[in-house]
């Protein structure tokens, strides 16, 4: 049986009926009060637990054989987070310590944003994990865990990383920040954008390649799970000619965009609702973003599919699971 922290999420519960099509037994670790829509009707073995608390954890372990440890705290907003550092660095210390106790293999799902930002080039798993990143709590967060991960490889622990670009694709329950880009564009939505791109990639490659890193992943090593760099735009323009409905798009100034970004703390406080323009958000889209999967492809088999494929079953799924 496998163990998977944050499986509720787009992520865990995509890795989870992957799991389960390959006939593995699945325990859910999942928040208590937590909404379990996305894991409805899978056949799951439901734990309520909290991985900030260890006797939870510890009990979570019982019978299993590895851990796909997911669970943590996104956040794009600017400005210290410690609630986001609690869960995503000291739950994952509490995560490796029962691992190590009960030597149980640990696959960790990090981040691209936990390695240092990169100007020119290619970046590949070369690049140094960054604890010091100025541009968010989550980046410097998913950073120090990773490296305690690397450290507890280190010492023995069975553990590998792997680090996925920006996730799209279907099962998207809570809506992600692109998944809410594509939504509102499938439905034909007034689209505010700004000029750049990302490196995006199939959910379903993500879940696909962490089973890999688990079959296949070398201790203590790091994986980047990468799809293809894509604009704002070619994300938009894809789904109009998918759906064939033309919608009302404007393209903002970058440096209004950055203007108004300003001010997002405030909206999310009033509003609490995650503003699209964000520094973070905007940063993110003028970053480079050429990454390599190189490594996960000749070590792991890692093929990812082609982008237009991932938007057109984006689309496709909200238009009918999410009306």
């Known amino acids: 049986m496998w163990l998977v922290t944050g499986a509720t999420g787009?992520?865990?519960?995509?890795?989870?009926?992957?799991?389960?099509?390959?006939?593995?037994?699945?325990?859910?670790?999942?928040?208590?009060?937590?909404?379990?829509e996305s894991i409805s009707g899978l056949k799951v073995e439901a734990f309520e637990g909290d991985i900030l608390n260890m006797d939870s954890v510890f009990e979570s372990m019982q019978g299993i054989k590895g851990?796909?440890?997911?669970?943590?705290?996104?956040?794009?907003?600017?400005?210290?987070?410690?609630?986001?550092?609690?869960?995503?660095?000291?739950?994952?210390?509490?995560?490796?310590?029962?691992?190590?106790?009960?030597?149980?293999?640990?696959?960790?799902?990090?981040?691209?944003?936990?390695?240092?930002?990169?100007?020119?080039?290619?970046?590949?798993?070369?690049?140094?994990?960054?604890?010091?990143?100025?541009?968010?709590?989550?980046?410097?967060?998913?950073?120090?865990?990773?490296?305690?991960?690397?450290n507890a490889a280190r010492s023995g622990l069975e553990a590998v990383v792997a680090c996925p670009t920006g996730v799209i694709g279907p099962y998207d329950f809570r809506g992600s920040m692109m998944g809410a880009v594509i939504h509102d564009a499938a439905v034909a939505k007034p689209t505010l954008y700004v000029d750049g791109a990302y490196d995006f990639v199939d959910v379903r490659d993500v879940a696909d390649g962490l089973i890999a890193a688990a079959e296949n992943g070398k201790r203590g090593e790091s994986y980047i799970l990468s799809g293809q760099k894509i604009t704002v735009r070619y994300l938009l323009e894809t789904v109009r000619e998918i759906t064939g409905k033309h919608f009302f798009q404007m393209k903002i100034p970058f440096d209004l965009a950055k203007f108004a970004a300003i001010f997002t703390p405030m909206y999310y406080r009033f509003a609490n609702e995650t503003p699209r323009f964000t520094p973070y958000s905007l940063e993110v889209l003028q970053s480079n973003s050429n990454i390599s999967h190189a490594?996960?492809?000749?070590?792991?088999?890692?093929?990812?599919r082609p982008i237009f494929d991932s938007i057109r079953d984006a689309v496709k799924w909200f238009l009918e699971s999410r009306k």
């Open 67 to 150: 851990i796909f440890h997911l669970a943590g705290v996104i956040s794009i907003m600017p400005g210290p987070n410690p609630f986001v550092r609690k869960v995503n660095v000291e739950g994952t210390k509490n995560i490796l310590r029962a691992a190590a106790e009960k030597r149980i293999k640990l696959i960790y799902t990090s981040s691209i944003h936990a390695i240092q930002r990169v100007e020119k080039g290619v970046i590949d798993e070369s690049v140094p994990y960054d604890m010091n990143n100025p541009y968010g709590a989550y980046d410097r967060s998913k950073a120090e865990a990773t490296l305690e991960v690397l």
């Open 295 to 304: 490594k996960a492809t000749r070590e792991l088999g890692y093929k990812p």
């Open 10 to 36: 787009h992520i865990g519960n995509v890795l989870v009926r992957k799991l389960l099509e390959r006939g593995e037994k699945v325990r859910a670790l999942i928040l208590p009060g937590e909404s379990r």
